[in-house]
């Protein structure tokens, strides 16, 4: 019989050094941060110059340097732009942004459950459609579209800017929240199914509920294009009571063509809403947007 012999384990000596593993020490990538300093100042540097020139004087913006600290803050800009009109384009913004964002999301949420659940040709056409129109550019739609909205007899009103507006941003829209659809697991339309659960019920019991980043990321970036949206308000409208914001700048550009403090007040106050929108629903954005493209 063969003798089993048994290793045991070494004992360290007291006193002994304690053999460590080595510790990897990253380099910090110097070029990379130089490269979003460079890109931070490049961004800040025209906010900042527009935030301290809207609280200048007339006179001070052109007697003192145009990115040092103001010495004469005022608020006098900011007065004579909301006594003249602002408040009305403002609201004017506001409806038209509202509108288009609700029956955008509405139709879109209901278009993208149809696509990413439903099956056949019909259902892969319709996406198709939905993709052709990313590729269509607002601009080569001008002609035909004022020909429609002028024979519907919605020329200067808020509604031909919303239908517009909804038009072009559905496809989009579609995209990232089927996208998005398709990330929710498939057990769980099952397990709605086999409790008797229709379309409307898990459309809004399921996926509203898990689809919530998605549809804050479409809604902001929605609301971002129809609140900055020049191009429809200017061929579709012309009565003064039906201006935008967009259109308002342009007219303060026209009105107070020397005063361009003024004029720098007007683009502080219609860029407040968007950024508390983005502060409020920023860390939606990323998730929403990447939704489906990291398969």
């Not at 052709?132 to 607002?138: E, N, Q, R, V």
């Not at 509203?208 to 020049?230: E, Q």
């Amino acid at each position: 019989m063969a003798a089993t012999t048994i290793e045991r384990p070494t004992r360290r000596p007291p006193g002994a050094p304690v053999r460590r593993g080595r510790v990897r020490r990253e380099q910090p990538n110097v070029l990379a941060g130089l490269g979003g300093i460079a890109w931070l100042a490049v961004i800040v540097l025209p906010i900042y110059y527009v935030v301290i020139s809207s609280l200048r004087s007339q006179a001070g913006f052109f007697a003192s340097n145009p990115l040092a600290p103001p010495t004469d803050v005022t608020l006098d800009n900011y007065r004579l732009v909301l006594e003249s009109g602002f408040g009305l384009y403002f609201v004017n913004s506001v409806i038209i942004t509202v509108a288009a964002v609700g029956g955008t999301v509405a139709i879109s949420v209901m278009a993208a459950y149809a696509v990413v659940r439903g099956s056949g040709r019909f259902v892969r056409g319709t996406f198709s459609v939905f993709l052709l129109g990313l590729a269509i550019p607002t601009h080569a739609t001008i002609i035909p579209l004022y020909y429609m909205i002028t024979r519907a007899h919605l020329y200067d009103s808020l509604l031909a800017l919303v239908l517009p507006s909804i038009g072009f941003a559905v496809p989009i829209t579609v995209l990232i929240l089927s996208n998005f659809m398709r990330d929710i697991p498939n057990e769980l339309f099952e397990s709605m199914r086999l409790d008797g659960a229709g379309d409307w019920r898990i459309l809004w019991n399921l996926v509203l509920p898990l689809a919530r980043p998605a549809l804050v990321t479409v809604a902001i970036y929605d609301a971002l294009h129809v609140w900055n949206g020049f191009l429809f308000p200017l061929i579709l409208t012309q009565s003064a009571d039906k201006r935008v914001l967009p259109m308002a700048l342009w007219t303060f550009q026209g009105e107070f063509s020397v005063n361009v403090p003024a004029v720098l007040a007007a683009v502080v106050l219609s860029t407040l809403p968007m950024l508390a929108a983005y502060v409020l629903g920023r860390r939606y954005l990323v998730r929403g947007l990447t939704a489906g493209f990291g398969k």
